[in-house]
């Protein structure tokens, strides 16, 4: 089994990704801004209070994990502001994980980012019905740039809209071109924890739907 540090936490999919990994018998570390949020205790839990942009938060969060798995989003569909949280957040996650030798991170992306899913949804839905995620998938973009510059081992799991419901059988597209307008949170969790330990798509952006 291994320790993992999980970023994001609080929201839906990575409170399922501490669920998960917890009920397959892996140590969780979280890092959360508000302790408080987090209503789940488990002996295999440690759950820390801190900045996911703070290098000393986040060093101490990783220190002795085998794995990162990076969920932290900005709420919901946010400001529609430009944002540089995430890939922040990944940056110092990345330092810290070459200092600490940290092997393998695993991001949540979106589909949209590096171009990935159809001309139409590119070039005409997202930017007339949904303007609200082009901010974030900049950002995205900003982040899966950072995670390629890297030496460390990553996969960037780009996400379809993200719903709750059970575990589904998941498509995987190497473009995201293919696969479906939706995926729940359980599955996508499930798809992030089983790349702790797969190589299958080390080092690429995997884009996944039901």
Do not use: Y
Request: hydrophobic share 45%.
């Amino acid at each position: 089994m291994s320790r993992i540090a999980v970023f994001g936490a609080t929201g839906l999919t990575g409170g399922l990704v501490v669920e998960q990994a917890l009920a397959l018998g892996h140590e969780v570390v979280a890092l959360v801004r508000d302790p408080g949020r987090m209503a789940l205790k488990h002996p295999g839990l440690v759950v820390m209070g801190g900045s996911p942009t703070s290098a000393r938060d986040v060093g101490l969060c990783i220190s002795g994990t085998d794995a990162v798995i990076h969920c932290l989003g900005i709420g919901g569909k946010g400001d529609g502001k430009p944002t540089t949280l995430i890939s922040d957040s990944v940056k110092v996650v990345l330092a810290a994980m070459r200092q600490q030798g940290v092997p393998r991170i695993l991001c949540m992306s979106n589909i949209g980012a590096g171009g990935s899913g159809t001309w139409i949804a590119n070039r005409i839905f997202i930017p007339l019905f949904l303007r609200w995620l082009l901010p974030i998938i900049d950002d995205k973009d900003r982040m899966e740039e950072a995670l390629r510059a890297s030496a460390v081992e990553w996969v960037s799991v780009r996400l379809p809209n993200i719903v709750e419901g059970p575990e589904k059988p998941v498509r995987v597209s190497a473009d995201g071109r293919g696969i479906g307008f939706t995926i729940t949170a359980a599955s996508a969790a499930r798809f992030l924890l089983e790349q702790v330990k797969a190589s299958d798509h080390l080092r690429s952006a995997p884009s996944i739907s039901n």
